[in-house]
């Protein structure tokens, strides 16, 4: 904050965005982030800092909460981990949503029917969750997956040239699952 002493209108710069405004406004004009909403979360950070024993922020231990959600910060490699199991787990939901589609209309007859749907929801349920960094979500898909995968394959045999997407997608979902383990 900036002004005289003379009467001249306080300005304040706000911390997120850097626009300049009058003082003493609640949120800021432009970014309409909430200063005191601001002011706790560097609080909350620094307490991370001061407990993981480190002056840099992102090896914090600092976790937000948004009600009852908590985010954890993952190394960008974990993370990016994270991100390759929930797009193996959205491509499962929609590999199985598309031969839904593809039956319903004839093209195809893999005797999936309508409650594959519920197997669309669980792949695209558990591929957000993994993304958000949810231990039990990654796990779960990927039990999920290699399940349902051996149940499949004990029914049909696959042939060898038809096991490598699988085998991709789990070994996606494995690391993904191993990462959801290293929250800083």
Not at 23 to 33: I, L, N, T
Not at 49 to 54: D, H, L, R, T, V
């Amino acid at each position: 904050m900036r002004g005289s002493q003379w009467g001249t209108p306080t300005v304040m710069k706000c911390p997120s965005c850097g626009h300049e405004q009058p003082g003493g406004e609640a949120e800021c004009r432009s970014c309409q982030v909430i200063f005191e909403k601001l002011a706790q979360r560097e609080a909350r950070r620094e307490l991370g800092m001061a407990y993981s024993g480190s002056s840099e922020p992102a090896a914090a231990v600092a976790i937000e909460s948004v009600g009852l959600i908590h985010e954890a910060q993952f190394a960008p490699a974990d993370q990016s981990a994270l991100d390759e199991a929930a797009a193996a787990g959205a491509i499962v939901g929609s590999f199985t949503l598309i031969a839904i589609l593809a039956e319903a209309a004839g093209w195809i007859d893999v005797g999936l029917g309508l409650f594959a749907l519920i197997d669309v929801a669980l792949a695209f349920g558990l591929a957000y969750g993994t993304h958000r960094g949810s231990r039990v979500a990654a796990c779960s898909l990927l039990i999920y997956f290699v399940a349902s995968k051996l149940a499949q394959y004990a029914a049909h045999p696959p042939s060898i040239t038809g096991i490598w997407l699988p085998l991709l997608l789990a070994s996606a979902m494995g690391k993904g699952a191993l990462a959801s383990f290293n929250r800083r």
